[in-house]
């Protein structure tokens, strides 16, 4: 499905970077649509989390105008109309082109290095060959292929009724540079301010990170990057951009949308019990978890992380399996709010209905139109 | 004896600390000591001394020394010691070199040019002390997916799986024969293996049928060329069958168990009249190709019932990764590479030192090649051959093993010191003979503890390292070059590796 880049050895494959990070995703459970404020202000609440080398939002329910449409967000380094012509080239191809336009941007607002963002609404133009395929891998190699071979060009996102606006900066900036607070409403915002060891910033390198409609914000660094990466390798996924948020990504696109498996399952995968809690458990439960440790051993996630993913009607949130990363859930009413920092949250919503601290590994699940969250809160601490 | 030939060690016995106490005279195998009554006094044919030190570690007063005989030719690179007595003792016997355990020859040891990593800042490391740290590990195949059936609350496992072994440290006894070892020695590596929650390898020679009850479930089963004890009720007594297709101390070449060493107790165990050489010919003869092979892997699949992974053992050869892959394509569920520096019972010295790659590399080949191929979770792999302490442990599995196979190193924790004459069958040890008198100095309880420790030692140390890193499960570590890094490779090592310098 992704492109391969062909090394001669593993040892050329460039060092992955280390980041740490803070998070904050909000949703409203009834599908009601809000602005950006709540995520801006939760995530300058938590600036000492970030450096200002990246910053980037996640919003769904975005474009009901074009809900039917994959919304293509697409930037292109320096400006270059060049890549810009190419990628278009490329887009008119392999899709049918609904409409495009610049992505809006504050002039006022001066960041650093921007690159021109555009967004195409698109619709598969498959051949005969290609009818099989289904949409949503018609158009994730697609994507692929623009941010492997088309030099300059990256997509920020592709989902329907979605899009990631991400950029070098603080988190607020970005929303201020995208005018976030002005033009856009969405039922789930998640966002990400990024504090990068060892990368210059770079505007594609941002989180959210986003296959389809699939985002996700993470924080952390796995220890077992190089296993995980090594075994999704086995299943077409090449690391391009060499950060755990990658292979977080990808791994919960292999197991959730290729292999079907539901978070409460992959959550057992990313962040497993440990063998004497298994040993423990009754037959049924126990034989459950023991072979999906067995079977899905090389996706443990190992190491500090915590990570807030998104989709169309569903955000969880999941930290690691001794909870070296905290997160916090919080409800008010039909919003679920979930961060690295319980202060963010209450910063913008100082009332509360309830608060809680879920378990290494117990993941908390936010679903439109259902309570699944408050499953978590009887396992917290 | 060979009249050209320098003595291999000097003995030194301080007269003046010597009691005559003759501990050294009873516990030689070769007969290098004897007192003269007369005299009141010990001495000794140096020639004929081995090096084993067994008369050093029990002399009460501490008056021996054995050290390599000072005695030099002229010094020259190129025909060196080694070379020469090795061309006189063939003048003066006109017969194959044979050796035992594993090559001694300066090759280089990846093991000692990787290093692992450890958190700083940026995660941290994991205290293993406070944190569980879990070592568990599963051989066998592993299915692509698993297909789960949602059904309200209850889930369920839809698809259907291989069987998979499970060991409590990823370390496992390395396949030394009932035979080629003694009985005594053999049960130690059984009794510690259960004790512990892992694995011995029976190797070739069968399994005694008073062992099959208590230790069949820790025993991995051979199948090799001389089919020696292999019957339907061996293959389902064990937890898993391997088929031994090669050894990394003698590529390509068989096995030869003189008569004299197969006494009754041997001969019922691997189904061979008393006293008879046991040859294992040097390829199975009905394995001349990979269908073959493939073959009789669902053979032993279908007569037990699938019930069991099976394993096949090779010797790491230039193709190694192809043929691993092959391999696997076979049907196998464990690869087991033996390396270069594998030991052996008695082999050629020629093929010993000779023939072969290092583990190292031949690892790190297999497991590229298994993972390109999209095949690695298919098969788990097993490495062997030079693995002398848990630091090496850890670096196999972070270059892609599953868990690890030690012949030589449980063998030292016996009380083996290397002296490479195990195929004389005078192991002063107790472990590498069928002499009585020899074999009853190891006491399996005994020397099942020292191995227990050794194995307990080991996992606290990888739990040390693994905690180090920021990683709490074994299985995070698994084919994570990431962890290591070369010091003092060439490009070209580190390209087969897979692992970036230091500093890089
Ligand atoms: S064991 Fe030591 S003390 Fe006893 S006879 Fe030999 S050299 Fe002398
Ligand atoms: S097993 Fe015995 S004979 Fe073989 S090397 Fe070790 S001590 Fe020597």
């Known amino acids: 499905m992704l492109m391969k880049k062909n090394y001669q050895s593993e040892r050329h494959i460039p060092a992955k970077d280390i980041e740490a990070c803070g998070l904050f995703g909000v949703m409203n459970i009834r599908g009601q649509k809000f602005g950006a404020l709540k995520a801006i202000e939760a995530i300058k609440n938590i600036k000492v989390r970030g450096n200002g080398l990246g910053g980037g939002f996640a919003v769904y329910g975005l474009y009901p105008d074009y809900k039917d449409y994959y919304a293509l967000h697409?930037?292109?380094?320096?400006?270059?109309?060049?890549?810009?012509?190419?990628?278009?080239?490329?887009?008119?191809?392999?899709?049918?082109?609904?409409?495009?336009?610049?992505?809006?941007?504050?002039?006022?607002?001066?960041?650093?290095?921007?690159?021109?963002?555009?967004?195409?609404?698109?619709?598969?133009?498959?051949?005969?060959?290609?009818?099989?395929?289904?949409?949503?891998?018609?158009?994730?190699?697609?994507?692929?292929?623009i941010n492997s071979y088309i030099e300059e060009a990256y997509v920020f996102s592709s989902g329907k009724d979605m899009g990631v606006f991400k950029g070098v900066g603080f988190p607020e900036e970005i929303a201020a540079y995208f005018?976030?607070?002005?033009?856009?409403?969405?039922?789930?915002?998640?966002?990400?301010?990024?504090?990068?060891?060892?990368?210059?910033?770079?505007?594609?390198?941002?989180?959210?990170?986003?296959?389809?409609?699939?985002?996700?914000?993470?924080?952390?660094?796995?220890?077992?990057?190089?296993?995980?990466?090594?075994?999704?390798?086995?299943?077409?996924y090449y690391c391009t951009l060499h950060t755990d948020t990658e292979v977080m990504a990808y791994a919960v696109d292999l197991l959730m949308r290729r292999q079907g498996l539901p978070i409460e399952i992959v959550a057992k995968i990313f962040a497993p019990s440990m063998w004497d809690i298994i040993e423990h458990l009754p037959e049924k439960e126990k034989k459950l978890y023991t072979t999906l440790r067995m079977v899905y051993a090389p996706l443990l996630m190992n190491g500090p992380f915590t990570v807030i993913v998104a989709h169309h009607h569903e955000m969880f949130g999941l930290t690691d399996r001794i909870r070296l990363r905290p997160i916090t859930a919080g409800a008010k009413d039909d919003l679920v709010f979930l961060s690295s920092e319980e202060a963010a949250i209450r910063h913008v919503c100082p009332d509360l209905d309830l608060v809680w601290t879920p378990q290494g590994g117990e993941p908390v699940v936010v679903r439109l139109n259902s309570e699944d969250h408050l499953k978590s809160l009887n396992k917290s601490i | 004896m060979y009249s050209h030939l320098l003595p291999e060690f000097a003995v030194e016995r301080i007269e003046d600390r010597c009691i005559h106490c003759r501990v050294c005279e009873r516990q030689c195998a070769t007969d290098v000591h004897y007192y003269d009554a007369e005299l009141d006094k010990m001495f000794f044919h140096e020639e004929a001394c081995v090096g084993c030190q067994r008369c050093a570690v029990f002399c009460p007063t501490n008056a021996l020394f054995i050290r390599p005989h000072p005695a030099e030719y002229r010094p020259n690179s190129s025909w060196n010691r080694e070379k020469l007595q090795d061309l006189k003792k063939q003048a003066e016997t006109g017969g194959v070199i044979l050796t035992g355990s594993g090559n001694d020859k300066p090759y280089r040891i990846y093991w000692d040019h990787l290093v692992l990593n450890a958190s700083q800042v940026?995660?941290?490391?994991?205290?293993?002390?406070?944190?569980?740290?879990?070592?568990?590990?599963?051989?066998?195949?592993?299915?692509?997916?698993?297909?789960?059936?949602?059904?309200?609350?209850?889930?369920?496992?839809?698809?259907?799986?291989?069987?998979?072994?499970?060991i409590t440290t990823p370390i496992?006894?390395?396949?030394?024969?009932?035979?080629?070892?003694?009985?005594?020695?053999?049960?130690?590596?059984?009794?510690?293996?259960?004790?512990?929650?892992?694995?011995?390898?029976?190797?070739?020679?069968?399994?005694?049928?008073?062992?099959?009850?208590?230790?069949?479930?820790?025993?991995?089963?051979?199948?090799a060329s001389g089919r020696f004890g292999v019957d339907l009720e061996y293959l389902n007594a064990a937890c898993a069958i391997e088929i031994k297709i090669g050894q990394g101390a003698k590529p390509g070449i068989g096995g030869h168990l003189p008569g004299e060493k197969v006494s009754e107790n041997i001969a019922v165990t691997r189904m061979i009249p008393h006293g008879t050489d046991a040859l294992s010919p040097a390829p199975q003869h009905d394995i001349y190709s990979i269908e073959d092979l493939s073959m009789l892997i669902y053979a032993l699949k279908e007569a037990t019932n699938y019930e069991k992974p099976v394993s096949v053992k090779?010797?790491?050869?230039?193709?190694?990764?192809?043929?691993?892959?092959?391999?696997?394509?076979?049907?196998?569920?464990?690869?087991?590479?033996?390396?270069?520096?594998?030991?052996?019972?008695?082999?050629?010295?020629?093929?010993?030192?000779?023939?072969?790659?290092?583990?190292?590399?031949?690892?790190?080949?297999?497991?590229?090649?298994?993972?390109?191929?999209?095949?690695?979770?298919?098969?788990?792999?097993?490495?062997?051959?030079?693995?002398?302490?848990?630091?090496?442990?850890m670096k196999a599995i972070a270059l892609g093993a599953d868990a690890v196979y030690i012949g030589t190193a449980a063998l030292v924790a016996m009380g083996c010191t290397l002296c490479q004459k195990c195929y004389t069958g005078k192991c002063t040890w107790g472990i590498c003979t069928q002499d009585p008198y020899l074999s009853k100095r190891l006491n399996p309880e005994i020397t099942g503890q020292r191995l227990i420790n050794l194995l307990s030692g080991w996992s606290h140390e990888i739990k040390e390292m693994l905690g180090g890193m920021g990683i709490n499960a074994i299985e995070s570590l698994r084919g994570n070059r990431e962890h290591l890094r070369g010091v003092g490779l060439a490009e070209w090592e580190l390209d087969v590796l897979g692992v970036k310098g230091a500093g890089e």
């Open chain 1, 179 to 236: 005018m976030l607070d002005r033009l856009y409403e969405g039922y789930i915002w998640t966002v990400h301010s990024r504090f990068p060891t060892n990368t210059p910033g770079w505007w594609g390198g941002a989180h959210p990170f986003s296959i389809l409609d699939w985002t996700v914000v993470h924080n952390g660094e796995i220890s077992s990057y190089g296993t995980n990466k090594r075994f999704l390798e086995m299943y077409d």
């Open chain 2, 122 to 166: 940026t995660n941290p490391s994991i205290d293993p002390l406070r944190e569980p740290m879990e070592l568990k590990t599963f051989l066998g195949r592993k299915p692509d997916n698993l297909e789960i059936d949602l059904n309200k609350e209850e889930v369920k496992i839809k698809s259907e799986l291989c069987s998979n072994v499970s």
């Open chain 2, 172 to 223: 496992v006894f390395s396949a030394m024969s009932y035979g080629a070892i003694s009985y005594q020695a053999f049960k130690s590596l059984a009794m510690a293996a259960k004790k512990f929650g892992t694995l011995f390898n029976t190797g070739e020679g069968g399994l005694p049928l008073n062992m099959r009850k208590d230790y069949g479930r820790n025993a991995i089963v051979q199948c």
């Open chain 1, 74 to 145: 697409i930037m292109f380094q320096n400006k270059d109309l060049k890549a810009k012509e190419k990628t278009e080239n490329f887009l008119g191809e392999h899709f049918e082109l609904i409409f495009d336009e610049e992505i809006p941007t504050n002039p006022q607002v001066s960041p650093f290095c921007p690159p021109l963002v555009w967004r195409y609404f698109v619709t598969p133009k498959k051949g005969e060959m290609e009818q099989a395929i289904p949409d949503d891998e018609y158009v994730t190699s697609r994507v692929m292929y």
């Open chain 2, 314 to 393: 090779i010797a790491a050869v230039h193709n190694v990764a192809a043929i691993a892959s092959g391999i696997v394509r076979a049907g196998a569920d464990i690869v087991a590479i033996d390396g270069l520096r594998g030991g052996t019972g008695a082999a050629p010295k020629a093929i010993r030192d000779n023939v072969g790659i290092p583990l190292e590399l031949a690892l790190a080949a297999v497991d590229k090649r298994l993972r390109e191929e999209g095949i690695r979770n298919k098969c788990s792999i097993l490495a062997a051959g030079g693995i002398r302490c848990s630091a090496d442990v």
